[in-house]
Antibody, heavy 126, light 108 residues
Framework: QVQLVQSGAEVKKPGASVKVSCKAS????????INWVRQATGQGLEWMGW????????GYAQKFQGRVTMTRNTSISTAYMELSSLRSEDTAVYYC???????????????????WGQGTTVTVSS | SYVLTQPPSVSVAPGQTARITCGGN??????VHWYQQKPGQAPVLVVY???DRPSGIPERFSGSNSGNTATLTISRVEAGDEADYYC???????????FGGGTKLTVL
């Protein structure tokens, strides 16, 4: 079945970096974008960015520009999200999600996030 | 940046119809997606492209989008529908995804 399986929980100190993985199975990894979304405890969903696993192209939310890097290893169908200079406010559950999409002359058109990983809890604490 | 506004909470009795709104400037020109999230679980896509349902989502879930408001409608509400619901769009002007703040649906 189609699924995204994320790496386990992380505890980091302020100023450190964290790298979360997202392994895809049951579909062609390079045919769908991967988005990353996070959610602090008791808060709403926050979009972080997207990556096209085929080209490696990425786009990040302004809030995370300069701190986030999204990459992939197509040989093992795995996407990665690395967040640096961690602070306590980055404590959250981080999700990867699959996004069907198409391009035409007008631009880029993503559909909804149709498959989600189980989430990875990242705790930033001294 | 583009802003989506949802009511914090909506309450409805079982068997009735729940309507959850998502407001945004000219949102009718964008494709709106809706997610259901139950406590401790990852979100689930329940409506995409304004009004389409993924396979496995009951017909009780429907969506509409016009002008400055998109609406998720849940007919014949059941206790199991109690959850947080989020709307989401792609803002092509900034090439970024945007979520609404979320609405907690309570089934009385």
């Amino acid at each position: 079945q189609v699924q995204l399986v994320q790496s386990g929980a992380e505890v980091k100190k302020p100023g450190a970096s964290v790298k979360v993985s997202c392994k895809a199975s049951g579909y062609t990894f390079t045919s769908y974008d991967i988005n990353w979304v996070r959610q602090a405890t008791g808060q709403g969903l926050e979009w972080m960015g997207w990556m096209n696993p085929n080209s490696g192209n990425t786009g990040y939310a302004q809030k995370f520009q300069g701190r986030v890097t999204m990459t992939r290893n197509t040989s093992i169908s795995t996407a990665y999200m690395e967040l640096s200079s961690l602070r306590s406010e980055d404590t959250a559950v981080y999700y990867c999600a699959r996004v069907p999409h198409y391009y035409d002359s007008s631009g880029y058109f993503p559909y909804g996030m149709d498959v989600w990983g189980q989430g990875t809890t990242v705790t930033v604490s001294s | 940046s583009y802003v989506l506004t949802q009511p914090p909470s909506v309450s409805v009795a079982p068997g009735q119809t729940a309507r959850i709104t998502c407001g945004g400037n000219n949102i009718g020109s964008k494709s709106v997606h809706w997610y259901q999230q139950k406590p401790g679980q990852a979100p689930v896509l329940v409506v995409y492209d304004d009004s389409d349902r993924p396979s496995g989502i009951p017909e009780r879930f429907s969506g509409s989008n016009s002008g400055n408001t998109a609406t998720l409608t849940i007919s014949r509400v059941e206790a199991g529908d109690e959850a947080d619901y989020y709307c989401q769009v792609w803002d092509s002007s900034s090439d970024q995804g945007v979520f609404g703040g979320g609405t907690k649906l309570t089934v009385l």
